[in-house]
């Protein structure tokens, strides 16, 4: 049996438009949400004015939530969940997307991901990285999980579609782990434990070349499905990208998941393929090492070799994609960053040879897998590795990747080196926050996570988030 997947024409973030497309997919398609029903959107980062393409739509979810509502059945909840990206509470990305008055007018109740429990959840396939994973409670209850992603090109894993979805399922502790070399294989994992009774995605303005930072594409289009392979093939199509081209997919088909190959899918809908495939023929893409996307500018990389066998060449989920995303948040707040910051050296993985840097350039030493030798300023200076090798990390032990905290050893580390021209900067993952941390620092330029448009609304939402999670411990 081919699983069909739908392209629907749409053009405007109209709830009411969005919501009749939704129901009468989810009628064609059969899916009738039932019980304990939990919404999956994309509410990665989003803020009206620096993020504003990053997210899931709250016209979308309002679409989707007033679909859910008529077309489901003996429904017991109807909630949405979310957990944001970069250590960022949920709560404020929620209120910067404009959710909070849909959750209210459709009467929905929120589930902050990392404000819940997380459960441990057993892997049992041959080809899992770990024995468990760690997902929040509301995940593990409901009946019926609707995926709404944001359909986005992505600098590490090409796109984001349905299946990449799930990264943000996991609070940031569990979140960060194996987001490195073993991203894609993470992808896949999640979606072995977890799959949609129902897609949708939000393709009315689609993002290109980065995830926290897309270039906005008017692509007109809801996709819809019950099998995120399925989905996710056709999505790679309408931009004209090989599914092939996309790992986790890849994976994810050849575990059985789902289909990678249009022969095997049923297409339906009112926007055909081709007509969409014209319209996306300039669609734009970055997935691009460091070393060459930084070339010629105040900040060049040098990129070394990386501990685990089958990535030794780059670290595709890692820190180099975090160092891309921080250097685009540095220029969503501060559009002339570039002309602005100190010329800085960022120096990931294994290193040989000297930097041959320039007068006055800082260096960066990102993360745990870094090491170097050799002379700074006529100082001797070692950097060592304390990579932890992949099969040595356990999910239940994983550190806690804490904003405040996060900031305050970001903080100390650069008081530490002051008086010096490099500093090093452990973890992995590093993740995008502390990357900011960081090269703002060492570029002498503003800190996007000190900036006033932003500060006090993500630490009051931090203050609630740690208390509301202080109260679901006590009274689990
Ligand atoms: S520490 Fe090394 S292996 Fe780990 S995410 Fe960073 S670059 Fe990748």
């Known amino acids: 049996m081919k699983h069909k997947v739908l392209i629907r024409r749409c053009d405007r973030y109209d709830p009411g438009l969005i919501a009749g497309i939704i129901a009468e997919g989810m009628q064609e398609l059969g899916a009738v949400p039932r019980g304990r029903v939990l919404c ?104 019926f999980l609707i995926n709404l992603p944001k359909f986005k090109a992505h600098p590490w894993t090409r796109m984001t579609l349905s299946l990449k979805n799930f990264i943000g399922l996991q609070d940031d502790r569990h979140r960060l782990l194996d987001h490195n070399t073993f991203l894609e294989q993470k992808i896949v994992d999640l979606n072995q434990v977890v799959a949609p009774g129902f897609i949708a995605i939000d393709g009315i303005i689609a993002g290109q070349k980065m995830m926290l930072t897309p270039d906005p594409f008017d692509l007109g289009a809801i996709v819809m499905g019950t099998n995120s392979c399925a989905v996710d093939t056709v999505g790679c199509h309408m931009v004209n990208l090989d599914p092939s081209q996309v790992l986790h997919l890849k994976m994810a088909s050849r575990r059985g998941l789902g289909p990678m190959s249009l022969e095997e899918i049923e297409l339906g809908g009112d926007f055909p393929l081709d007509q969409v495939q014209a319209k996306t023929r300039d669609f734009q893409f970055c997935l691009e090492r460091v070393d060459d996307y930084f070339a010629g500018g105040n900040l060049t990389c040098t990129v070394g070799a990386f501990p685990e066998e089958h990535s030794a060449d780059y670290c595709w989920g890692g820190c180099p994609g975090a160092l891309q995303e921080a250097v685009h948040i540095l220029r969503s707040y501060y559009p002339d960053v570039d002309q ?98 960081y090269l703002s620092y060492l570029a002498g330029v503003g800190n996007p996570n000190f900036d006033r448009r932003t500060l006090l609304p993500v630490t009051m939402a931090y203050w609630q988030m740690r208390g509301r999670r202080a109260w679901s411990r006590l009274s689990a």
């Open 340 to 437: 602005r910051m100190g010329k800085v050296r960022y120096v990931v993985g294994r290193v040989e040879g000297p930097l041959k840097l320039a007068p006055g350039e800082k260096v960066f030493f990102a993360g745990a897998c870094t090491c170097w030798q050799g002379e700074i300023d006529g100082q001797p200076v070692k950097i060592e590795s304390d990579y932890p090798l992949y099969r040595q990390r356990q999910a239940r032990e994983a550190p806690s990747n804490d904003l405040m905290l996060k900031t305050c050893q970001a903080m100390a580390n650069c008081l530490k080196s002051r008086g010096r021209r490099w500093l090093h900067a452990g973890g992995c993952t590093m993740s995008v926050a502390d990357h900011v941390h």
């Open 40 to 143: 999956k959107p994309n509410v990665v980062l989003a803020h009206p004015e620096l993020f504003p393409h990053a997210f899931t739509r709250a016209e979308f979810l309002e679409g989707a939530l007033r679909a859910a509502k008529a077309v489901g059945q003996d429904l017991e909840e109807l909630a949405v969940g979310e957990r944001c990206g970069i250590t960022v509470p949920t709560r404020f990305c929620f209120s910067q997307a404009g959710y909070p008055a849909v959750l209210k007018r459709q009467g929905v109740k929120a589930h902050y991901f990392d404000e819940c429990p997380q459960v441990p959840v057993a892997l049992g396939h041959a080809e899992r990285l770990r024995g468990e994973m760690y997902l929040p409670r509301p995940v593990m209850d409901c009946d």
